[in-house]
């Protein structure tokens, strides 16, 4: 996609799915469809947005998931890559760029940056701990216990019910998750940094940052006043990731944070083989440049603390976002939704029974932007077929000639910006205009340009809603 240096450009990121799985509906109704419906939205005002994702490959939650399947874990990560695309397809969920993070020019790109980041001074060496499985540092996938914050039960190095960093030995009664093993061993350094500092003045100045933030989940506000300085898991022993030294790999999370920024700049077309440095040169021409973040809650961690230390520590000014976009879950029969207890509904399995803006629809009114939702199967039995618009409908929408047309538009670009955006506050939208052209109050000029102006809404963003929502 080419963008234009004037505009202002609209960058959504949606955290990499892991392919250890195929997605199931929580999934695409948390950051995915609240990140598509946003981008669409704002190219359908006539504004300038991309969304841009790519595949965990280094996660390693993938080998563990191979292992335990007695998988060879190349074969299963490109079955599973292969499921999650076609997952999103089924839900019309569009990516404007996705990169591969597993090419040799992406790979120099990474380590490059890494070379950089491990010079800086936040880049240490410490201690760490090892169980059974020496292979493994215990942390990540290969450990879990009670979080001591919330009492969760995690995996170690972030928990991912209240957001808070978790070493294992903060942890209490923590186990190793392949071998069962309880005890761990301190181990020195190898002299490779392990870890990332972050200290009092790094905690003052993301607190600062978040001023210009915008911020819609109390989640994050509560998860950064309660931090302090603590450490992060910069590399960790492991043959599954991407390789630092002999049996050592990169934290998946700061792979993450690279592959997004190699992401942008393939976007302002800053060549494959292009370094940094020329990331940092394209984003000073491409000013206008806006970053937004979409995610589940369980990594706010990552994308509202270690994500713009490192935007920091990497030169990277303009990659601070100015949206934090942080939806909590989508339940099934008021529980969480998971695979070992068989509380899922796959994307796959509905998929094709109904179709796609009857899906898209009935994830959206079950929308859990704000607090928990339990997905309600209710709405998929609506049979309500999306209306073909006049062929002029794109110039009702783009033009409209009554003062409520005018305003209706007006209030959409408003709430199309990634800092306003919200799903529930559109459905609201289209409801009460919707109601307005339906009744009396409105003239029949302007329940002509209306209605067309919302027919069209809904083919743009390809769902189609009745007013029970
Ligand atoms: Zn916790």
Redesign the pocket.
């Known amino acids: 996609m080419m963008i234009d240096a004037s505009l202002t450009k609209d960058v959504i990121f949606t955290p990499p799915p892991t392919p250890n799985g195929g997605l199931h509906v929580g999934h695409i109704a948390g950051p995915y469809l609240r990140a598509d419906i946003n981008t669409k939205l704002r190219k359908t005002l006539g504004e300038t947005a991309a969304h841009l994702s790519h595949i965990d490959n280094y996660q390693t939650y993938v080998a563990k998931k191979a292992i335990e399947l007695g998988l060879e874990t190349d074969a299963f990560r490109h079955e599973m890559i292969g499921l999650i695309d076609k997952d999103f397809q089924r839900f019309n969920i569009d990516f404007d760029l996705k990169i591969d993070n597993t090419e040799d020019s992406y790979r120099r790109f990474l380590t490059n940056c890494l070379a950089e980041l491990f010079r800086d001074s936040h880049a240490v060496c410490r201690f760490e701990f090892i169980g059974a499985d020496k292979r493994h540092s215990a942390t990540e996938a290969y450990v879990s216990g009670t979080?001591p914050?919330?009492l969760?039960w995690?995996f170690a190095n972030v928990?991912e019910?209240?957001g808070?960093p978790?070493e294992i030995q903060q942890m209490i009664r923590p186990i190793e998750e392949l071998t069962g093993a309880t005890t761990f061993t301190q181990q020195d350094s190898d002299g490779v940094p392990n870890a990332i500092s972050i200290n009092r003045n790094d905690i003052e100045w993301i607190r600062e940052q978040y001023r210009n933030i915008a911020i819609d989940n109390r989640f994050i506000t509560r998860m950064l006043t309660k931090l302090s300085e603590h450490y992060v898991v910069l590399t960790l022993r492991s043959d599954y990731g991407f390789k630092i030294s002999d049996g050592r790999v990169i934290n998946p999370w700061v792979e993450i944070f690279f592959a997004h920024i190699y992401s942008l700049g393939r976007l302002l077309e800053v060549e494959p083989n292009g370094t940094i440095q020329d990331i940092r040169r394209a984003l000073q021409i491409n000013r206008n440049i806006r970053v937004s973040y979409y995610f589940g809650v369980d990594n706010s961690y990552y994308y509202c603390v270690l994500f713009l230390l490192l935007a920091k520590i990497m030169n990277l000014p303009n990659v601070i976002p100015i949206a934090l976009k942080a939806n909590r879950f989508l339940t099934l029969n008021h529980r969480k939704m998971s695979s070992s207890k068989n509380n899922v509904i796959w994307a796959r399995d509905i998929a094709g029974k109904f179709p796609v803006n009857i899906l898209r629809a009935s994830l959206m009114a079950s929308c859990p932007e704000y607090s928990e939702i339990d997905f309600d199967k209710g709405f998929l039995e609506d049979r309500i077929p999306l209306q073909i618009p006049l062929s002029d409908a794109q110039s009702i929408f783009n033009r409209p000639l009554t003062e409520v047309g005018k305003r209706f538009r007006l209030t959409l670009i408003e709430l199309s910006d990634p800092r306003n955006f919200s799903i529930e506050e559109l459905l609201n939208k289209i409801n009460k205009v919707t109601e307005f052209f339906e009744s009396k109050r409105a003239t029949a000029i302007e329940t002509e340009e209306l209605r067309h102006m919302v027919d069209y809404l809904f083919i743009q963003l390809n769902f189609k809603v009745t007013r029970h929502y």
């Open positions: 979080c914050h919330c969760q995690a928990c019910n209240c808070m978790l």
